[in-house]
């Protein structure tokens, strides 16, 4: 049934932390804007959308909430957020991320980025 709609979705993801400078700091409160995309115009069914960290370093530095999309209609955009949790010690440096949009196991759609976070302690794993 996945088969059906596997390019039908598409997606755009910013960064927003609440200061504005676009870099993810400790104690920030931020989260991903996910803007799912229904590029048909037969609907499609409700997705989960997950972020998967790819950055190694960091996989016990950040957490990320998990949402799951309302049927999206024919050329329809939909607006989520997903929130971000961070370690109080995380390390300066460069967190990459994939969104993926799921339909049950099958990844629809997928779209990565890179985001700039700022530690305030240089004490990293040694």
């Known amino acids: ?5 596997v390019n039908q979705l ?3 993801i910013n960064f927003v932390d609440k200061e504005g400078d676009g870099k993810l700091e400790p104690g920030d409160r931020a989260y991903l804007k996910v803007n799912v995309t229904n590029k048909l115009k ?4 409700p997705v989960k959308l997950v972020v998967d960290v790819l950055s190694q370093d ?4 950040v957490e990320f909430g998990k949402v799951k999309t309302k049927k999206i209609k024919g050329w329809e955009i939909q607006t989520y957020q997903i929130p971000i ?3 109080p010690f995380i390390h300066t ?6 969104v993926k949009a799921l339909f ?3 990844v629809i759609a997928e779209r990565e980025l890179l985001i700039l976070v700022m530690g305030k302690s240089e004490i990293y794993k040694r």
Do not use: C, T
Not at 58 to 61: F, G, L
Not at 93 to 98: D, E, F, P, S, T
């Open 1 to 5: 049934m996945a088969g059906g709609f």
């Open 10 to 12: 598409g997606i755009n």
């Open 42 to 45: 037969k609907s499609s069914p």
């Open 58 to 61: 960091y996989k016990d530095e």
């Open 85 to 87: 949790r961070v370690s």
């Open 93 to 98: 440096g460069q967190l990459h991320i994939k």
């Open 104 to 106: 049950g196991k099958k």
